[in-house]
């Protein structure tokens, strides 16, 4: 479905552009969730359910699209959601003592439950969602224009995001207490600020990132719902903030770059260039790890002290 | 158990309204009493020393004044008033600061951020000039200069506590609560921080400075008051009307046996328990941590390892047992040379250590001391495809026995005991083993003073059965009383090699600081 | 002056020493929580039903009736619950060693992709027992290898092994869906992504009158059994419970760490693989898209439910496999999709997971 979309809008360009604007358009889900996750885990928590809160968050907007013909209330809809399953993340871990990776993965089958009972009825519905919209001007420069100047707005929001976000964590009082909290969070409590407070914050904000993520796979690219459709975009987004060394910026390139490994396959079979599709869709994750084994070591030297105990405490039985 | 007291007299010269003053002061864990009606104050443009050994509650009693912990019975009167301290915040917010022995700084931050994060309000923005500004004047004004924009982990520990201190300051201290803050210094270092301290007290401010160090306490204190096992022995007597035994009885309980002060000479022989030669090492963040150490221990002697915390001793620590690889240079353990980073060679070798840093270094989550010690002897309880576990807890008992460190109950969880009872385990484990080598990192950490003199006396017994030792401390009396010779570091070179009788420690704490002996 | 002399005390210590707690009381505190988190998970799960129009009460009593009171959906259950036991044992063993194995998915995958590969091959070529044999043993190697890949990131390039393995489930899973569709697509299947289905002699063999319990379900146990045995009571055992509780403390006690973390990774793949030989020989019979979807999740949760306890992990997979034959009957009986029935595990397991409050904030 994503594919044929892409095909026919794109189709006579160059394969580069073509493969550029898919890195944007399919990139972006993988972008809101990666930085979600990045804010997560800069105050502690990792939270693998990111893959479940997308899948809630793209079918309450496909959903509440649907329902009310209006995408904004959609995008409402999946932060809302994508904030509640992760405050219920955060709660388990923070509050009851859940070991983090499981109980993240608890919360993606939760997000697979929910959806497959509530989105049985949507799977053939059709809806409104976002459209494109060219820039005047900008969005007729040659390839640029196509590239960066004609998407859904949703798009051109997380352009503003990614800054937004850098600007958040390491030019606020608030980033300096959140980044506080994911490297030692006894200095925070030593000055009676609440490392715990601080932490359902931040996981909260990255599920409502997630969700809204989700929101944009539904409503802006796929304009379709079926079981289970992220397919593991949250997962690439956990490993996208490692590789990216929690650093929202470095997100943003890192999931443009996995949106045009997942835009090859469909761009070259347009061009009847004859590979196995189920190659080519594993292109995205052999790429993750073969950038993971270039840049792990100096990466997690990076990671956020309280982030690493999570990664070598032994799980607790 | 009955309660000791002591009948000083108290100085009337000084009394001034106190800052803070508490009555009574009862905290328990468990059955445990912390502290036991604990009476306390201190008053502003005062020094007050708080003496004890480990364990005695010092850091109980300070925690309670900075609202960390709140107690069970008693009452904290600030200015006079009688105030509840839910939180930190409190404390702070009543002129209250504390600087803690492990430094509570993010060492990921640079000092501009962590300063920030400290100060209260200051809006959403973090205004990093402006921060960086206040902080070079205050440091100017209040004699603790420091570079707001240097990362925290690349600090010295003795800049990180002038950061520390700055910090707690700049968020309106009146009152300073230092805990063993000369423990991680060097001798002249020590000094810069009293001359800091007695401006800090010209200005009006009070200084609460914890310490078992009885020569410190009579450098700077105006008052001292003296906890031992949660009592408050003497509070607030003049340090000039007691000798230094009448103090030591009274932090201890007893007279501390001498070591034997005649002991055989290292022998003359060229055996050597470890030869260190032109060794270089990367630290954990990459930096050169040891430039080419020469070093040469030999079998029955006792080379003392001096230096300011960070120097390189940690380092040290893992080359010679070969838990860090070498950039360069080359490892003898007994005369074979350790040709790759491999801690079973070493072991193979006969080489032993006692950690640092027990906790994440030794202690097994989940694991009881009989498996703890049994793990150092995997070879020789083998039986079929598992280990012979009722062989290994006849070999704890009988260990736990022939050295005399009175561990817990043998099937206790390690990782659930105190600090004290955690080293007990280590040094157990290490001096249970007939080794060519012995590595020793601040053995006598979080001991009290009979078990601190137990293991000295067991390090001297390794020496007289012929290991070599290298021995790891930050306590310069301790180094000085049991070593043959003293290597000093500095900043990862080897300063020099001194030998004890022949130099001060002034003299190793300008090796120390990296000025010639 | 004057000191009164005190006998030494021993150590005056801050942190609590308490020892365990009194037993008794204990187990029963333990049975009224466990009671109270599956009474409140069957609530919850109730409460999205009703949302949904659907009586809970009705749901469950047909769930449970057409679940444990019938021959043909008990048998049903031990046949699910078989490949979710070793795929929870996939997770059990390099949990001792610290390791987080979230990659059974695509290690059961691999091990299906060589149990067929092995009969494409030999089917035919020798008897029947030894196919049988040869391809078991073809996917614990599989499974073993691709669980590996992930222990030798972990171990050469620091690359945390949750991440790795999950990423290498998905590269599994197009693994097969190429396979299928290329090479070993089946030419007979009407267009069907499949591959050429076993010979009925080559199906693992079946006791019992409805034919379908199979000689896979004594594997799991025996398999299960077997690693326990191994955890417990091997100097092996031992040795990954030292490095997976502090691997600091192992690599100083001269132990192989390295050595050690990807043994247990291996072992715990190959348990894997076997699930999905179990699962290809003695159920479906050919290779098809989404054939063990879900599975290796499934044992991560089954492990943890059971403390990564091996005995008790038989019983988590139990559970875990009624659930599953639950959710079909939730299809059949009341018109819900099967995989809502993720809503009651998940709630089950936070219960479980969440029961460590005395943990909580122990990432500071």
Partial sequence: MIAAQTATEVGGQLLIVSVMVGAIRSGTSIFYAALGETISERAGVINVGTEGAMLAGALSAYAVTAETGNPWFGVVGAAVVGGALALLHAYLVIARGANQLANGLVIMFLGLGLTSLFGASYVSREINGFKPIAIPGLSSIPAVGDILFNHDPLTYLSFALGPAVWFLLFRTRWGLLLRGAGERATVLSSYGYSPEATRYIAVGMGGLLAGIGGAQLSTAVALTWFENMTQGRGFIAVALVIFASWHPLWAMGGAYLFGAALALGPELQVRNVGVNQFVLDALPYVMTLVVLIVLAKRSFQRAPEGLAEVFDAPPVS | MSVATLDFSIDETKQSPAIIEVRGLTKRFGDLVATGGVDFDVRPGEVHSLLGENGAGKSTLMKLLYGVYQPDAGEILVDGVSQKLNSPADARALGIGMVFQDLRLIPAFTVAENIALSLPGGGFRYRRQAIERQILDAGEELGFLVDPKALVHHLSIGERQRVEILKVLMSGARLVILDEPTSVLAPQEVDGLFTAIRSLRAKGLAVVIITHKLHETRAIADRVSILRAGRMLASGIDPTSVDDRELVNAMVGREVPPLPAERAAPPDNKVLALRVAGVHVRGDSGNTALHDIHLEVKAGEIMGVAGVAGSGQRELYEAALGLRPLNSGTIHIAAVEMDRCDPGAALGLGAVGIPEDPISDAVVPGLDVTEHLALANLSSLRKGLGIDWSRAREMVVALDTRVGLRMVAHDRTVADLSGGNVQRVMLTRAFGVDCTLLVAAYPSRGLDVATTRRTQELLLAQRSAGAGVLFISEDLDELMELSDQIAVLHNGHLAGVVTPGEVDRYAIGQLMLGGAA | ?364
């Fill in chain 3, 1 to 364: 002056m004057t000191i009164m002399e005190t006998p030494p005390r021993d150590e005056v210590v801050v942190v609590m020493e308490t020892p365990s707690a009194k037993r008794g009381s204990d187990i029963t505190r333990r049975a009224g929580g466990w009671a109270l988190a599956y009474l409140g998970a069957l609530a919850v799960f109730g409460a999205f039903m009703a949302v949904k129009g659907v009586n809970p009460f009705t749901a469950y009593r047909a769930m449970f009736e057409s679940t444990l009171l019938d021959a043909s959906s008990l048998s049903e259950v031990l046949i699910k619950a078989a490949p979710f036991l070793l795929a929870a044992l996939a997770v059990a063993i390099p949990a001792r060693g610290g390791l987080v194995n979230l990659g059974g998915e695509g290690q059961i995958v691999m091990g299906g992709v060589a149990a067929a590969g092995v009969a494409l091959v030999f089917e035919g070529q020798m008897s029947s027992g030894l196919v049988m044999v040869a391809m078991l043993l073809g996917a614990v190697i599989a499974g073993a290898l691709w669980a590996a890949l992930a222990g030798v990131l972990r171990v050469a390039a620091g690359i945390n092994e949750a991440i790795s393995t999950l990423l290498l489930n998905y590269i599994a899973i197009d693994v097969l869906l190429y396979l299928i569709s290329g090479p070993w697509k089946d030419r007979a299947g009407f267009g069907q992504l499949a591959s050429k289905p076993l010979a009925d002699e080559t199906r693992l063999p079946t006791i019992g009158s409805d034919g379908r319990i199979h000689l896979g379900i004594f594997i799991a146990i025996g398999a299960a059994i077997g690693i326990w045995f191994l955890l417990r009571s091997t100097t092996w055992g031992f040795q990954l419970r030292v490095a997976g509780g502090n691997g600091e403390a192992a690599r100083r006690a001269g132990l192989p760490v390295a050595k050690l973390l990807l043994s247990g990774l291996v072992v715990g793949g190959a348990m894997a693989g076997l699930a999905g030989a179990v699962h290809f020989a003695g159920v479906e019979g050919q290779l098809r898209p989404g054939m063990t979807f879900g599975f290796g999740y499934i044992g991560f949760l089954a492990s943890w439910l059971a403390g990564h306890h091996p005995i008790r992990i038989a019983g988590a997979a139990l559970l875990l496999g009624a659930i599953a034959v639950g959710g079909d009957s939730l299809q059949i009986d009341s018109g819900l999709p099967a995989a809502s029935v993720n809503i009651l595990m998940a709630f089950v397991l936070f219960a479980v997971l969440g029961k460590n409050p005395r943990l909580a904030g122990a990432s500071r």
